[in-house]
Nanobody, 122 residues
Framework: QVQLVESGGGLVQAGGSLRLSCAAS????????MGWFRQAPGKEREFVAV???????SYADSVKGRFTVSRNNAMNTAYLQMSCLKPEDTAVYYC????????????????WGQGTQVTVSS
């Protein structure tokens, strides 16, 4: 069983920045791909970014150039640096684990955190 705990969410003005963290309780963290998803009220959960165990990254088109995903295997933690935030980025953000090739499909991710709220005011 892997537990994931997100933190770093909050209220920020449009154009501002936030850094989300995802702490994992597993000694095998370095072998997992770490993905970030978000879900806004009334909308389906959508892919944001993923970082492979090797460091390869993939982003949703809507966040390319504004968000950066990273990881610190020594700390068993993944990060999502969000800049130039827009009101449409408002959502609950989740981190999740997967194995194998990079994917933006939520059903490929096995373990999920509880989510952290990000609210961007205009």
């Amino acid at each position: 069983q892997v537990q994931l705990v997100e933190s770093g969410g909050g209220l920020v003005q449009a154009g501002g920045s936030l850094r989300l963290s995802c702490a994992a309780s597993t000694p095998f963290f370095s072998t997992y791909n770490m993905g970030w998803f978000r879900q806004a009220p009334g909308k389906e959960r959508e892919f944001v970014a993923v970082i492979k165990w090797s460091g390869a990254k993939s982003y949703a088109d809507s966040v390319k150039g504004r968000f950066t995903v990273s990881r610190n295997n020594a700390m068993n933690t993944a990060y999502l640096q969000m800049s130039c935030l827009k009101p449409e980025d408002t959502a609950v953000y989740y981190c999740a684990t997967s194995s194998g090739r990079l994917t933006n499909v939520a059903t490929a991710y096995g373990y999920w955190g509880q989510g952290t709220q990000v609210t961007v005011s205009s």
